[in-house]
């Protein structure tokens, strides 16, 4: 029984490695604006009431992000959930003001594709310019 539980360690290494990966470049597609690109990371799922909304488009393109660092992240013991925070900073083109938040995210692997997913949106910057 042993082996199993060391195979299941390394497996969620593996992934923990593979999520890891797949940040940094999530992190970099929020970071220069390639919204459409980050939302390939995101979990495909059906509306879902009380789910938050696509940013619009519109909104996207007039948002400009100067910092996206991830702060932690949680994985579990099988490595098939990780909770992951970053810390955001960006300004909307009209008004130029800066705006610091917190980006919360649950992320999911994928036994059949290989990958992790992202369970969400891209950052919720229409409810973090309301604020």
């Known amino acids: 029984m042993g082996g199993c539980g060391g195979l299941e360690r390394m497996q969620a290494a593996e992934r923990g490695a ?11 597609l929020i970071r ?3 919204f459409e690109a980050a939302r ?13 909304p696509e940013p619009s488009p519109r909104l996207l393109s007039h948002i400009n992000v100067t910092l996206y660092r991830l702060q932690r992240v949680e994985l579990d013991e099988r490595g098939e959930r990780a909770a ?3 810390s955001l900073r960006f300004y909307h ?18 036994d059949a594709t290989s990958r ?9 910057f229409a ?3 309301r604020s």
Do not use: C, F, M
Not at 18 to 28: A, E, I, M, P, S
Not at 40 to 52: L, N, T
């Open 18 to 28: 593979r999520l890891n990966d797949q940040l940094r470049v999530y992190g970099k």
């Open 32 to 34: 220069w604006r390639e």
């Open 40 to 52: 390939r990371y995101v979990r495909p799922q059906p509306e879902v009431a009380g789910r938050a």
């Open 84 to 86: 992951v925070t970053h």
């Open 93 to 110: 083109e009209d008004n130029r003001r800066e705006i610091a938040t917190t980006d919360r995210q649950i992320w999911w692997w994928s």
């Open 116 to 124: 992790w997913y992202l369970h969400g949106n891209v950052p919720d």
């Open 127 to 129: 409810g973090a310019l």
